[in-house]
Antibody, heavy 121, light 107 residues
Framework: QLQLQESGPGLVKPSETLSLTCTVS??????????WGWIRQPPGKGLEWIGS???????YYNPSLKSRVTISVDTSKNQFSLKLSSVTAADTAVYYC?????????????WGQGTLVTVSS | DIQMTQSPSSLSASVGDRVTITCQAS??????LNWYQQKPGKAPKLLIY???NLETGVPSRFSGSGSGTDFTFTISSLQPEDIATYYC?????????FGQGTRLEIK
């Protein structure tokens, strides 16, 4: 059974780059035609899809964040990562990583537990 | 971009009630619509995929229907453990958007 776990700094300064990693256990990140994605949720607000990466490396981003987002895969570590540049207070949120274990970018299951990232000086 | 309009934004109902949440897409998305349950402090949980398919292990009191632009999520008999926020999510052309969420409370 696949399990995902986010890791990274909980505090990032404005204008800097937010970097998070998601470690996948219970299976290989590259063994199946799966997608791996990031979703965020500002405190008290709804869910926002940030982007997803196919196991082969193809990426798909939310158009509203595309200019600041990079998602990558490290198959040697069974991890995928998120980088969000030029952050502001509006980027403060719980960040979730999630898998799409079907052969099309469809739904998210399983999810990591989420990690709160606060943007503040 | 496809916009998802979910309603109501909040809902109060009694145990045993039938509860309905709707989600409307700004354009035809066929049946590319999923529903999640999120409890406080927890990650969302997939309940329904492709508009009407119940995820394995999800109680049968949950159901979904619809196609095109109009979708419905129903709890046939509300249980205390169903208190949560529910989200719809569409996937079309390799882009994903969520509805604004519906907070469900017990009356």
């Amino acid at each position: 059974q696949l399990q995902l776990q986010e890791s990274g700094p909980g505090l990032v300064k404005p204008s800097e780059t937010l970097s998070l990693t998601c470690t996948v256990s219970g299976g290989s990140i590259s063994s199946s035609s799966y997608y791996w994605g990031w979703i965020r949720q500002p405190p008290g607000k709804g869910l926002e899809w940030i982007g997803s990466i196919y196991y082969s490396g193809s990426t798909y981003y939310n158009p509203s964040l595309k200019s600041r987002v990079t998602i990558s895969v490290d198959t040697s570590k069974n991890q995928f990562s998120l980088k969000l540049s030029s952050v502001t207070a509006a980027d403060t949120a719980v960040y979730y990583c999630a898998g799409t274990t079907v052969t099309t970018l469809a739904w998210f299951d399983p999810w990591g537990q989420g990690t709160l990232v606060t943007v503040s000086s | 971009d496809i916009q998802m309009t979910q309603s109501p934004s909040s809902l109060s109902a009694s145990v045993g009630d039938r509860v309905t949440i709707t989600c409307q897409a700004s354009q035809d998305i066929s049946n590319y619509l999923n529903w999640y349950q999120q409890k406080p402090g927890k990650a969302p949980k997939l309940l329904i995929y492709d508009a009407s398919n119940l995820e394995t292990g999800v109680p049968s009191r949950f159901s979904g229907s619809g196609s095109g632009t109009d979708f419905t999520f129903t709890i046939s008999s509300l249980q205390p453990e169903d208190i949560a926020t529910y989200y719809c999510q569409q996937y079309d052309n390799l882009l994903i958007t969520f509805g604004q969420g519906t907070r469900l409370e017990i009356k």
